[in-house]
């Protein structure tokens, strides 16, 4: 801008600024009343096309083991609040993404697990869902779906995958992404199979789109850049405008990711921990950490 003829510099308001952004929809303005909004593709975006109707959003869960933890919990609840909203929540579990693994986060690859591993453990994880979401079969409402990307990925062939999604992602972006670069530099293997993960998950949110229109995808915040892969390659392969949502991680007071006791993990599932000691990890938390 200029003051007396003189160009003066100054510094534009951050659109996508979290913490000055004042949401319009309830839906936006209840995630950042409780904390859950961490970051976001298009802020003014999304918030216009919650408030113009019904949203179809989707948010994933691998079936690494046959119950969820306690850190998985913000995600469940923003998957409620979303429907209480009266947009339609999609769960996604990881049948076919599980056979891989998520190197987010880890120094050493996944544990392998079978078919049959993978369908016990979708089995557990699906039966949290049911204690906050109501699921139906009506797709024109706000019933929540839960869906496999299984039904997808085992299909594809290799070759016309490659040929069709690969000229969308780059080598050297996908190097600068922290679920590679770190594990790199704490000269941890990465193997080409964990490599493939952030493409298999883009190309989920463009499946999903297609399938069931959905138009945003919910995760933690150490998932920022495979979501926006996703965002991009919907941009690319079909022109739709699609949009990435992320939560904080549900952490302690020294940054550690809460989910776990001196005993191993806080499992949500009964029959993994008992109810007596899922209240026992609450009671014995430092308060610094349940404010």
């Not at 859950?36 to 975006?45: A, G, I, M, P, V």
């Not at 150490?222 to 392969?237: A, C, E, F």
């Not at 939560?247 to 921990?273: E, H, R």
Request: overall charge negative; some cysteine; proline content about 3%.
């Amino acid at each position: 801008f200029c003051v007396d003829g003189l160009e003066a510099s100054a510094t534009a308001p951050d659109p996508n600024d979290v913490a000055a952004f004042t949401p319009k929809s309830e839906f936006l303005t209840i995630m950042k009343e409780r904390g859950f909004l961490h970051q976001c593709t298009d802020l003014e975006s999304v918030d216009a096309k919650l408030a113009e109707g019904r949203v179809t959003a989707y948010l994933g869960f691998d079936a690494t083991a046959s119950s969820l933890h306690v850190g998985s919990l913000l995600q469940i609840m923003i998957l409620r609040h979303f429907q209480q909203c009266g947009h339609k929540p999609l769960v996604l579990v990881g049948g076919g993404t599980t056979k891989i693994g998520d190197p987010s986060g880890k120094d050493e690859s996944r544990k392998m697990l079978d078919e049959a591993g993978i369908q016990a453990n979708i089995e557990g994880i699906s039966s949290v869902f049911t204690k906050f979401l109501t699921f139906g079969d009506e797709v024109a409402s706000s019933d929540a779906q839960m869906v496999n990307n299984d039904d997808w990925l085992s299909k594809l062939n290799y070759m016309a995958f490659l040929r069709d999604y690969g000229p969308h992602f780059t080598i050297n972006r996908m190097m600068n992404f922290d679920s590679v670069r770190l594990r790199l530099e704490r000269e941890q293997p990465l193997s080409f199979l964990e490599f493939n993960y952030m493409i298999f998950q883009a190309y989920d949110f463009l499946e999903l789109q297609r399938r069931y229109g959905c138009s945003m995808q919910f995760g933690g915040s150490d998932q920022w850049g495979n979501m926006i892969n996703g965002v991009d390659l919907n941009r690319k392969v079909d022109q739709k405008q699609v949009f990435a949502v992320t939560a904080p991680l549900i952490t302690t007071a020294d940054g550690k990711k809460m989910g776990k006791s001196a005993s191993g993990a806080v499992w949500l599932n009964a029959d993994l921990l008992p109810p007596y000691d899922y209240w026992q990890f609450w009671r014995n938390t430092d308060d610094a950490d349940v404010e």
